[in-house]
């Protein structure tokens, strides 16, 4: 979490630095800071809040001239959100100044060596000790600002990404890298750096994500040197072309960042297949798959790790695996596994699906899997990013930045890359008859089509969100590989409304939460045309028995729930395992309205950060 921007160059930081960080607020956004030097002195400006409210409280108390700055944008983990404990923090001698994402663990023990020293401390942040650590050993040991960095970060237990200058050397900054994203464009005579490319992504397409344990120093007039941060020796950086663009990242004319994403799904869930999937061919076709199929079609067991949305997704992918791969799937909580014992064979699979490919939780779980034989495969949508390197092989999904941190068309991509993968490994072991197989590629080819349907209900749900925002629960319920969708559409809502919402599967209502059920409570029911179809008729019945209000996702042309239902959203009809894909859609829709209606930050709710980079 926390969101970090550098630049060093010829023009003038504070801008870029701005929207910088309005671009990586998806991080975190709970205090904001910016630290330029003018050439004479530091101009330093924190506050709590957001960036807009940093801009505001930077036109009244600085100067903002300065071609050299850093800047951060903060989700509280040492100290609350006040302007004490935002970023940047400076040393006790106001010469170097350092901003920081991620955690120092051992920051108490070095922080009571640093005060027996005579080092004084104004915040409650791990980000202040670690500044002053620098400066210590800088001056104790005599050496420059790279070699202090690099001994103090050996001395730190934790995860970072920072940038840090002295106001005494301003034409260098130096960056290192363990856990927490890094990346570094370059220009001509300018460096920026930043937790992702897309603060710089209108100056330059060039840029070096550096590695765990890799460090950095990055001087005007000269090459960038990345070095290991253990042992000091040289690497040879690689540096990537960028294919993202600013269109990407931008809201495109939609009211909301999730918004514009939900829409977006029809084309980069095609993107996702593009090329991968030749229906007319009876062909699917992922690298990574392809490479290592025979360990998949003799892997004894397949462990899904994730979490939140993700999580969701893999427990999608347990029926349609299941289904058609007969391959026996565990979905875990990346939390919860990498903290209890597993037991895992060298024949079996992990799969870890995480969206931003930095989340804490599911990295060490793929840090255990490996120690322990297991071959794990990554499904992530930020190419580059620390999870689809640290998987021995994987698939990306092709969802573009995703900026509303409620995820949306994360888990669509998610289950379109998790269906293909089942698909194929079905089909090489022949677990799945091949015309239903055939069948399957033709249908998902058609999904595009049919999430656009599946929008046209907008209205209909804005005016369903108008009648329901001001529940004070909601429960969703869903049957076979629709519980997931439940799951999915009630955290959805709970994330951006703060509405209570607890998802089920629909047979579990009557083993307790039918006990809610009244006339104030809405239930949300995934009721499509499928195997429990009936079953989940009868569901609905015990709902309206009890005066429940029934919203029901249904196929086109539905009449026997509609009587039922007190409001129906139509997706068109699809094969039952594929049906996630647009049951979603609606439920996605009908968060964003009554989150909207409410007057909630819909792109920035509370408490949450796009990427969970600490456990
Ligand atoms: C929910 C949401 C989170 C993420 C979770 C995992 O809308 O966005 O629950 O799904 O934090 O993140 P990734 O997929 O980046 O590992």
């Known amino acids: 979490m926390c969101g970090i921007v550098g630049y060093i160059g010829n023009k003038q930081a504070y801008p870029i630095i701005i929207n910088g960080l309005k671009r990586l607020e998806y991080r975190g956004y709970d205090s904001a800071g910016i630290a330029l030097f003018d050439g004479k002195k530091i101009q330093l400006s924190k506050t709590k809040g957001k960036v807009v409210d940093l801009e505001a409280r930077v036109a009244e108390e600085i100067e903002t001239k300065g071609s050299v700055g850093i800047g951060h944008t903060r989700w509280a983990t040492h100290g609350i959100p006040n302007d004490v404990n935002s970023h940047p923090h400076c040393s006790n001698s106001g010469d170097l100044v350092l901003i920081h994402n991620g955690i120092i663990e051992n920051y108490a023990s070095l922080k009571t060596e640093l005060i027996n020293r005579g080092y004084t401390f104004k915040s409650d942040t791990d980000t202040e000790v670690l500044v002053n650590l620098i400066e210590e050993i800088k001056k104790q040991e005599d050496v420059k600002l790279g070699k202090a960095v690099q001994i103090a970060l050996n001395q730190v237990v934790g995860a970072y990404a920072i940038a840090l200058f002295d106001i005494k050397k301003p034409n260098e900054l130096v960056v290192a890298k363990l856990g927490s994203p890094l990346a570094i464009g370059i220009g001509e005579d300018e460096f920026f750096v930043a937790s992702d490319a897309s603060p ?264 369903i969100a108008a009648v329901f925002k001001n529940a004070k629960n909601f429960l969703y319920l869903g049957r076979g590989v629709n519980f997931p969708v439940a799951l999915e559409g009630a955290l959805k809502l709970k994330e951006i409304s703060y509405i209570h919402a607890e998802g089920y599967p629909a047979a579990e209502m009557k083993h307790g939460p039918i006990a809610l059920i009244d006339d104030q409570m809405p239930v949300v029911v995934v009721a499509i045309n499928c195997n429990h179809y009936g079953k989940v008729v009868s569901n609905i019945e015990e709902i309206k028995a009890r005066s429940g209000k029934i919203i029901a996702v249904v196929t086109e042309g539905d009449t026997e729930v509609a009587a039922l239902a007190d409001y129906v959203m139509e997706v068109p009809d699809t094969p039952e395992t594929l049906t996630p894909l647009l049951t979603t859609i609606p439920l996605q829709l009908l968060s964003y309205h009554i989150a909207v209606m409410l007057d909630k930050n819909v792109d920035q709710p509370r408490n949450l950060a796009k990427s969970v980079t600490v456990e």
Not at 377 to 390: A, D, K, P
């Open 200 to 463: 710089f992504i209108e100056f330059t397409k060039d840029a070096i994500y550096l590695e765990d344990e890799e460090m950095a120093i990055i001087r005007l007039g000269r090459e960038v040197r990345v070095r290991k941060i253990k042992n000091d020796k040289l690497v040879n950086a690689n540096i990537q072309k960028l294919k993202l663009n600013l269109e990407q990242i931008e809201k495109g004319g939609y009211d909301h960042f999730m918004l514009k994403e939900i829409y977006e799904q029809p084309t980069v869930i095609k993107d996702t297949y593009r090329g991968r999937l030749l229906a007319n061919k009876g062909i699917i076709k992922l690298g990574g798959l392809d490479d290592n199929i025979s360990r998949f079609t003799n892997a004894d067991r397949i462990i899904i790790i994730a979490c939140g949305t993700s999580w969701h997704a893999g427990l999608v992918a347990e029926y349609i695996f299941e289904e058609w791969t007969r391959i026996p799937v565990e979905v875990e909580y990346a939390s919860e596994f990498r903290y209890r014992n597993p037991i895992i064979t060298e024949k079996d699979i992990v799969i870890a699906i995480s969206q931003s490919g930095e989340t804490a939780d599911t990295l060490a779980a793929i840090k255990l899997a490996k120690q322990r034989g297991a071959f794990v495969y990554g499904i992530c949508n930020v190419v580059g990013s620390t999870i689809s390197r640290e998987t021995h092989s994987g698939s990306y999904t092709h969802a573009g930045p995703e900026i509303g941190v409620a995820s949306t068309k994360a888990f669509t991509t998610q289950i379109t890359v998790l269906t293909m993968m089942a698909l194929e490994i079905g089909r090489v072991k022949g677990a799945i008859a091949q015309s239903d197989y055939m069948l399957h590629l033709r249908e998902l080819e058609l999904i595009p089509g049919h999430v656009e349907a599946a929008l046209k209900s907008n209205e209909k749900i804005e005016e």
